[in-house]
């Protein structure tokens, strides 16, 4: 088989996409790739996506016939770089664009919610609508699923993409994105019993559970391509809540757990962005149905947060 070449494989997404695709295709199929060194994969190469040279090089040498591409800089790292943001997150999805153009190879690359803006309708956003982002993140996921789209109809490039909801997942260590509340109140909890939480109270967003992530990413990958009806990014949501639903749901396991909140700039950057999401075209497509409510999440996460702090 043509090998797997994952990008950004260090970070949240890509630890548990690297285990999941190499449970389905062998160890010996998947290449890890990122800027920083990663030590516990079979096949490790160092690419920095800005260097096409190399990108080319690595799918000659390892005959790659797929590429998850998950190198970028995110939400809160967006705004502090603009400059690097757009140099990485565009420069580098046209780099991997024009490689599977150049190699036949097919390509799942995530956007995200962020593409959403202030005219973006709040509640079940369609599929199709305004995209106004507000972000220099939103600016260049928005920019990235036009590109997709082009790539797909002017050049038959098989590339596939999700909007990302907030992913939640215990395996990576969670960053400074403004979603990513939802794993730190976790550590919080475990660690001190309480937690200053960046977001306001009533800050309802969409999210997932990795896990339905990561096999939603597998199975459009593995949808037959006349079924796709969507070269941009699919709409693509599991469940959408606030910070004081998920503490409630935490005190469930941790009755002594405190919230306090103190929000900063990414409650601005989450005001722009949508609360719910209407998926029913990935649904229809290619049957998208998501496996983890808020309740289920919160276990998986507690647990799975808890056996990290346990054997640090
Ligand atoms: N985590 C989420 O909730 C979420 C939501 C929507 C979309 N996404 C998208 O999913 C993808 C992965 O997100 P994540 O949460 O795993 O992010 P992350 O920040 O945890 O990981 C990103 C990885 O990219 C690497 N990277 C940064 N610059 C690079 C470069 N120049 N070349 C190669 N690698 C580079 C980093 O070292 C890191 O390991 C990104 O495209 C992100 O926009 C994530």
New binding site residues.
Partial sequence: MRKILI?????????DLYAALCDRYGDANVVS????HLHDVRQFEF????DKERLRTLVEAYNVGTIY??????SA?GEKNPALAWD??LN?LMHVLDTAREFNIRVF??????VYGLTTPKINVPQHTSFEPHTV?GIT?STGELLCQYYSHNYGVDVRSL??????GWK??P?D?T??YAMHIFYGALRERRYECFLAPDTRLPMMYIDDAIRGTIELMEAPSEKLTVRTSYNFSAISFTPAELAAELRKLHPDFEITYKPDIRQEIAATWAQSIDDSIARRDWGWKEEYDLEKMTVALYNGIKGRIYHE
Avoid: C, M, Q
């Avoid at 690419?47 to 800005?50: M, V």
């Fill in positions: 990008t950004g494989s260090g970070g949240l997404i890509g630890s790739s990122d800027v920083r690419l920095d996506i800005r591409h998950l190198a970028g800089l995110l790292g990485v997150n580098g690359w995530p956007s995200s919610i962020a993140y996921k909007r990302f909801p907030g992913i939640n990576g260590e960053g994105g979603t990513e």
